[in-house]
């Protein structure tokens, strides 16, 4: 039913339930589904049956499962490359989820609209170190089980970019991570691109799940008002750790580069009273 031009209202449910559990539920086995539902036909198909969804190899939990781009069938690795390509000549530009799919259904792959969508999910999982997804040119720290939904029906308000940092000092990342590891800050939950994501994820999270009062109120001070819209409205990950947040903190961005570690303990020092008067 996947394979068909057109799908039927049952096999879009399948397709958009099981693209949710391989967001949500990776490192469960059948990703979570029970029985025999049409998810979990498309999902021992798609999924099971190419070996793109297993148990961790020797040595690690085995108990846990993993999604991986190395399956049983070589042919795929050729859709990963185009993948790669397509993202890779975009460059800052970004290139839509829309276009990749586009490629998809074209020779010589040909692929059909049902289950394209479904491996281009399990490249950007798998990805998440490398890849960058905006939705409307908003940065999405991670991807949860409504964006993979909203993916299906519009791919053309995705676009993704390699996320590339290297230009920037390692000692700006070291900083923030300071103030993580003090900070009673959840540093888990799905985020992507570790290097950037592993400070940016943990700060997003932490200001949405905020009270509604605590994200609205002006009785914070200045540096925690500002440091906490840098977050919200940030739609770029670099611009937010390198510039946003910086001068919303009262720091010149270009501190950063002089080489000495005064920025770094005022960044240190501002970033987290903000988060500690914020959490109060």
Not at 18 to 47: H, I, N, Q
Not at 58 to 81: A, F, K, V
Not at 95 to 107: F, G, M, R, S, W
Not at 142 to 155: C, Q
Request: aromatic share 8%; hydrophobic share 40%.
């Amino acid at each position: 039913m996947v394979s068909y031009h057109k799908l039927s209202g049952a096999a879009s449910r399948a397709r958009r339930e099981l693209v949710e559990a391989m967001a949500t539920r990776a490192g469960e086995e059948r990703l979570g589904m029970k029985g025999f539902p049409p998810e979990v036909a498309l999902y021992l198909s798609l999924l099971k049956a190419q070996g793109v969804h297993k148990r961790k190899e020797d040595g690690e939990d085995t108990t846990l499962w993993h999604l991986s781009l190395d399956g049983r069938d070589p042919n795929l690795q050729h859709l990963w490359e185009l993948i790669d390509n397509c993202i890779s000549k975009a460059e800052n530009r970004g290139v839509t989820v829309a276009y990749i799919l586009d490629e998809l259904y074209k020779p010589p792959f040909g692929m059909r609209q049902g289950p394209a969508p479904i491996y281009v999910v399990l490249y950007l999982l798998v990805k998440s170190d490398e890849v960058a997804v905006f939705q409307e040119g908003k940065y999405l720290p991670y991807i949860s089980a409504a964006d993979v939904a909203l993916m299906l029906k519009r791919p053309d308000l995705f676009s993704l970019k390699k996320c590339v940092a290297t230009n920037v000092e390692r000692e700006v990342f070291d900083a923030y991570r300071n103030v993580l590891n003090t900070a009673e800050i959840d540093k888990e939950g799905g985020f992507r691109n570790p290097e950037v994501i592993g400070v940016v994820g943990p700060l997003s999270k932490f200001v949405a799940e905020l009270p509604e009062y605590t994200r609205q109120t002006r009785k914070v001070s200045l540096e925690a008002q500002q440091a906490r819209s840098a977050i919200v409205n940030s739609a770029d990950p670099v611009e937010l750790l390198f510039r946003e947040l910086p001068r919303a903190l009262g720091i010149q961005p270009k501190a950063l580069n002089r080489g000495n570690e005064e920025w770094l303990d005022v960044l240190q020092s501002r970033l987290q009273d903000s988060l500690s008067e914020l959490a109060r």
